[in-house]
């Protein structure tokens, strides 16, 4: 079946401009997780939902991230004002939300910020 | 805070050679340990998951194990097709639900 996608695949923005970055998850997972993996680091969580639960929002680095997830599906994450330091790749996960077993991640998308 | 390290941080074989990779974690109480492979310009490849102290799993070339304080990727007579980066991460016991990755192993296994 199909996996997680994610879009755009890259993206490259000046600084001071909003993005959005899409995520697609798998049919029927009512998890789904973002994390930035900047280059050389390890992934860095960013927010998790969970079915109806409010979000937890721990990760955000700053107040200028922000997501949404739409109907218990898609999600976007939303960065205003993009600074270089944003650039990284951003990838989303989704799973049933068992014990946070996290078995399928998206492709990714890269954000460059000029 | 929960942590992860990896090493090396990057290792070069020659097909055939066999070598372990290394994923030590400080953690409040551990609920799994996870590894994954990850290939330029994809996401990472779950490949196994650890519960408890003692365990271990297998899939062809790669062998996992856990002991309280790390874990070990054994990879057996290993493939150019096994480069890739292999990570590591940690569940931590309680409510959170999100892994803490360790920055990763970059494997070249050269023919």
């Known amino acids: 079946g199909a996996g997680v996608s994610q879009s755009p695949s890259n993206k490259v923005t000046e600084k001071g401009k909003d993005v959005e970055l899409r995520c697609d998850p798998i049919?029927?997972?009512?998890?789904l997780y973002w994390y930035r993996q900047s280059l050389g680091q390890g992934l860095e969580f960013l927010i998790y939902?969970?079915?109806?639960?409010?979000?937890?929002k721990s990760g955000l680095p700053s107040d200028r991230f922000s997501a949404e997830r739409t109907g218990g599906s898609v999600s976007t994450l939303t960065i205003q004002r993009t600074q270089q330091e944003d650039s990284a790749v951003y990838l989303c996960?989704?799973?049933?939300?068992?014990?946070?077993?996290?078995?399928?991640f998206g492709p990714g998308t890269r954000l460059t910020v000029t | 805070e929960d942590q992860v390290t990896q090493s090396p941080e990057a290792l070069r074989l020659q097909e055939g050679e066999s070598s372990s990779l290394n994923c030590s974690y400080t953690?409040?109480?551990?609920?799994?340990l996870f590894w994954y492979r990850q290939d330029p310009g994809k996401g990472p490849e779950f490949l196994f998951t650890?519960?408890?102290a003692g365990e271990e799993k297998e899939k062809e070339r790669l062998k996992a194990t856990l002991t309280k304080k790390e874990s070990f990727l054994h990879i057996t007579a290993p493939k150019p097709e096994d480069s890739a980066t292999y990570l590591c991460?940690?569940?931590?016991?309680?409510?959170?639900?999100?892994?803490?990755f360790g920055s990763g192993t970059q494997l070249t296994v050269l023919p």
């Open positions: 996960a989704s799973s049933f939300g068992r014990d946070g077993l996290l078995e399928d």
């Open positions: 049919s029927g997972h009512t998890a």
């Open positions: 939902f969970q079915g109806n639960s409010a979000p937890d």
């Open positions: 953690v409040s109480g551990l609920r799994g």
């Open positions: 650890l519960y408890s």
């Open positions: 991460a940690v569940l931590p016991a309680g409510s959170a639900r999100q892994l803490t």
